[in-house]
């Protein structure tokens, strides 16, 4: 990551000096770099259910939360559910935002640039037959998301293009929701 | 004249005529499966950013949410938030999460199978030096999720197998996250 020497260290709300010591330490011992996150889920009937954020683990040491935070889903009456939260798919789009958006910002304060603000509209499209199991040819999932991020910074036209790309370049969850995860399923009885 | 029992219409909480009827509609009027779900993100600080969960349109019509959703994410200290909320990598495990669940209890009801619990933990891994730019052969984001799914239902053996195949089988978010999403990001200054 660039760096860059600064007059003060918090830009954008982003200790850089802390960031540049968190690369200088992850680069020097990489195990440093080794996170697992957790969530439990509960179902709570319906299309409703409910996750809690679970301890995390950086390199084998286990971080727990400052407070404890309960993630709502739900299905919206269209879908037979009762409305009481966002609903998976819209879970979905919020992980992709919030990681652009951060890694935007983390990524700027790391070159100096001075962010005022960044919005996001996102859109995903989902035909149901693909859940309903109607036609094998549709996918259950998203076909296509749209992001359309707006950037309010002191910066060049050609610093707006870069900023413009950090999200896409950097963004953990948006790497994970392009490229695909691998991801191992087990089940068993309660 | 042959009477016929009156079936009960919920199981898990999910209507199971309507869903019945859903089927139908969608098969009988492909464009009823179209759906585009949108939310709009807002960066409020340092790693904190929120989401509004807009109406999302079902067959070119518009369909509000019952009443409002905000979404927070933030990061823990570790990783140079104020830990206001999970992170965007621990909602996605969320989101995929419910999916699995609400999947699950939707098909089961479907089959006439009755659940009493389903739970599960998720678990997924990062190198923060993708994000980091630390190293072009880590990638950004997940490099594996493991989910572990317990079922409390009352099912034969074969039953179970088929209950813990219903969330990958046929989750939009598993299918969205395994098999990657086309994501187009534009960007305009604010």
Not at 22 to 41: D, Q, W, Y
Not at 173 to 186: N, P
């Amino acid at each position: 990551m660039a760096t860059r020497v600064a007059m003060t260290t918090n830009i954008n709300g982003v200790d850089v000096k802390r960031l540049t010591d968190t690369v200088a330490a992850v680069k020097a011992a990489p195990e440093l770099g080794s996170f697992h996150f957790r969530i439990s889920n509960r179902w709570t009937g319906g299309g409703e259910n409910r996750s809690e954020v679970l301890p995390f683990s950086n390199a084998g040491k286990v971080v727990p939360h400052k407070t404890s935070f309960t993630l709502i889903a739900d299905e919206p009456e269209t879908l037979l559910g009762a409305d009481n939260g966002a609903n998976p798919v819209e879970h979905l789009l919020h992980a992709l935002a919030s990681c652009i958006t951060t890694s935007t910002v983390y990524h700027a304060a790391a070159r100096g640039i001075e962010v005022q603000k960044v919005e996001s509209t996102l859109e995903g499209d989902l035909d149901l037959r693909g859940f309903l199991d109607l036609d094998p040819n549709v996918r259950n999932g998203f076909q296509n998301i749209r992001v359309k991020l707006r950037i309010k910074a002191n910066a060049t036209d050609e610093q707006m293009r870069e900023l413009a790309q950090l999200g896409p370049r950097y963004s953990p969850v948006f790497d994970s929701v392009t490229r695909g995860v691998s991801v191992a399923v087990s089940a068993e009885r309660l």
